[in-house]
Nanobody, 121 residues
Framework: QVQLVESGGGLVQAGGSLRVSCTAS????????VGWFRQVPGKDREFVAA????????YYADSVKGRFTMSRDNAKNTVYLQMNSLKVEDTAVYYC??????????????WGQGTQVIVSS
């Protein structure tokens, strides 16, 4: 069982940067792939980025490629999502998840509670 807690969300102006973090507790975190997803009210949860268990492979949604960077530190049981050149449309609740998937949220059984990111114009 893995418990995930996101932090670092907040309000930022368009063009700015923000880093959100996800810290895990429980056993086996370093063996799981980790994904970042986001959701706005009334829409499905959207894939943002994912990392294999080792961090050796990273996947990004086209909408964030070149602006967002995901990294993980298994020694600290923490993953990060550095978000640069933020746009208003990046506004969402950001979730981290652990599991065996890459893009598909259904393959991630463990989820954090989410952290709100608001990008103002």
């Amino acid at each position: 069982q893995v418990q995930l807690v996101e932090s670092g969300g907040g309000l930022v102006q368009a063009g700015g940067s923000l880093r959100v973090s996800c810290t895990a507790s429980g056993r086996g975190f370093s063996l799981y792939n980790v994904g970042w997803f986001r959701q706005v009210p009334g829409k499905d949860r959207e894939f943002v980025a994912a990392s294999t268990w080792s961090g050796g492979r990273l996947y990004y949604a086209d909408s964030v490629k070149g602006r967002f960077t995901m990294s993980r530190d298994n020694a600290k049981n923490t993953v990060y999502l550095q978000m640069n050149s933020l746009k208003v449309e990046d506004t969402a609740v950001y979730y981290c998840a652990a599991g065996w998937g890459d893009y598909d949220p259904r393959k991630f059984p463990y989820w954090g509670q989410g952290t709100q990111v608001i990008v103002s114009s």
